[in-house]
């Protein structure tokens, strides 16, 4: 069966027991057959195995996999590690930035990594004020080094926000871009990620022909990529509106759209890339390019702003800001609604001295709105959603190296192991002692008014600081109340023990399968080095959970078990409750707090009822027979 120019034949071979034995071959040398095995190459061309498969043998047991070069067999593999290797899906898109660093720092960087990256961007070529190229030193050990990885190195050529310079560069693109592709071609390198910035809508159509005109001298099989900026808004001047995001899809790889920056330097404080700033940014860029052409990008970094205001904003590596909070124990909170981390600490005027981009943190109070593993994964979440290619990083060496253990699990949705848990908030309620208890947009008498609560009204405490409780309003706005009129409820806690198996894959590439067979569904796919928790193991098969909770199955012998791992996990939740009694003529109790949930019971007017929380218009109640429900507070007057 003649399949394509790499395959001479795939065909099967009889074995006396009643299986048979795939054989496909090649011709060629036999060192390139061996290299040939090490690479990507027989994986990009599976499918061409796996339709001969589903057409000629798909009732048949298959027991062995022999490769052959030139008729000799040069490797021989189970048919069940072929198709976990060579079977699986493509895994997405993941790229990172790099910046600072030299080479061996950056090499560094690279091997923390956990395999998680395809792609690394190191700042190679910059814009000069006057248009012209200037390249940085390019590390032949780092571009080595990341090819053995099977990393593809593709720099990118940034203007560094100099408006001037990046027009002049557009002005002269066609000299430019051959620059570029003579250097692409010189030093080994996978392509190109355009990240020229601070234009206009005036230079649009010039950034759109630059980038054809790389699209055009450089090969196919390199990348040529852009970095754009995030645009929910769809706005259509400034610096936003210089990227025409259909035409620069249409001549380009993919669009690396900087998800990030929502609050900036010299902005208000708020978080640098809130789940619905990036959500809305995916939705604008949908209606102008397809999915497989989208890559969203990832902070690893947060801004802090101080009271005195010597902080504006200031950009904070992921790594800066997890040793702040240690040495200032901060309070840390995690917004769901933006889906962001926050941290508050004081310094105070006996505190080690601490410097920050070279400034130092004088005594004062210190915000900082950051990413963290449960922020990055609920982002990720969204690539999955809407199917886009994959995410990028800005920029690597920036972030904690443990984000690195399940990075690749949450963006290819192949987790086993149980999805990150938000940081908690202080969980703590409180109740309003105050007749009138105003509520404001910031923590001071001068701010403005939002609203007002009335006395007995049950509140829950995002975070306290001089004087003033952070709370969450109905609409998912932070607002302030002073403490002074609000009594805190007590609380109490509950420890739990969960003792997990776990493993790591030793394979390249694990297929997840939803039976324990080889011809069943594969579900999603695993890299070495990935780890799983196992919930069982029989007849050669794993059973492990996924992160949407499904359970799956891996073959066990592509897993190397760890040791039995023990997770202690404690909850502290409110023991304080309130009376209320139904001022309607007959009240729902549901299931849920939305008005589309089960209907539990009926309650009528006069009923007393015991609140244990409240929450966005809803009461949390308990009901005779132990079970929990809820009813809209606006029913309800406290007693």
Known sequence: MEVNSLFNKIHLENNDNGTCNLLISYSTDTEFGLEF????????????????????????????????VNGVVITTMSYSAFMNVYGAETPKYSMAYLYTGNATQQISYINRTNGALGTVSPSYFDINADGTLKVNTISSDLVNHAHSQGMKVIPFLSNHWNRTG????????????????????????????IDIENVTEFERD??????????????????????????????????????????????????????????????????????????????????????????IGLPFYGRVWSADNTFNGDGITLDTVNKMIGLYNATVTYDIVAQSAKAVFNVNPSDQVS????????????????????????????????????????????????????YSAWLNQTSAITPVVPPPTISLTGTVTATILNVRSGPSTNSKVVTSLRKGTSIT??????????????????AYVSSNYVAKNSTSTTTTTTTT?????????????STPSTRSKVLATLRRNATVNILSTSNGWSAIKLANG?????????????????????????????????????????????????????????????????NNGWYSIRLANGQSGYISSSLVRLT
Do not use: C
Request: net charge positive.
């Open 355 to 406: 410097t920050l981009n070279g400034n130092t943190l004088t005594p004062g109070t210190y915000t900082i709105w950051y990413e963290n593993d449960a922020s990055i994964q609920a982002k990720m979440a969204l690539v999955n959603k809407y199917n886009l290619k994959g995410v990028g990083a800005w920029a690597l060496g920036q972030e904690p190296s443990t984000i690195w253990v399940n």
């Open 206 to 295: 010039q950034y759109t022909a630059f980038v054809a005109m790389l699209r055009a001298k450089i090969p196919a099989t390199k990348e040529v990529s852009v970095a754009v900026a995030a645009n929910p808004n769809g706005w259509v001047t400034g610096w936003q509106g210089s990227y025409d995001y259909t035409a620069l899809a249409n001549n380009s790889d993919h669009l690396m759209i900087m998800a990030y920056d929502e609050h900036w330097h010299g902005s208000t404080v708020g978080p640098v890339s809130s789940i619905n700033f990036v959500e809305n940014t995916i939705k604008y860029a949908l209606t102008k390019t397809t999915a497989d052409k989208i890559v």
């Open 550 to 614: 499904q359970t799956a199955y891996v073959s066990s012998n592509l897993i190397t078990q760890n040791a039995t791992n023990t997770t202690t996990a404690t909850t502290t939740v409110s023991t304080a409750s309130r009376t209320g009694i139904v001022t309607t003529g007959v009240l729902n109790v549901r299931s849920l707090p939305t008005t589309k949930a089960k209907v539990l019971k009926i309650l009528k007017r006069g009923t007393s009822v015991t609140i244990l929380s409240s």
């Open 166 to 193: 990046g027009i002049l560069a557009l002005n002269n693109s066609d000299y430019l871009s051959t620059e570029l592709a003579n250097y692409i071609s010189q030093y080994n390198l996978d392509g190109i990620n």
């Open 461 to 478: 405490i995002i975070e306290s600081t001089n004087g003033w409780y952070t709370i969450r309003l109905a609409n998912g706005q932070t």
């Open 37 to 68: 095995l090490h690479t990507d190459k027989l994986k990009n061309n599976a499918n061409n195995v796996l339709s001969y498969v589903k057409k000629h043998a798909d009732k048949m047991k298959i027991d062995a996999v022999k490769i052959l």
């Open 501 to 513: 198996k776990s493993g790591t894959v030793n394979t390249a590439l694990l297929n997840v399968r």
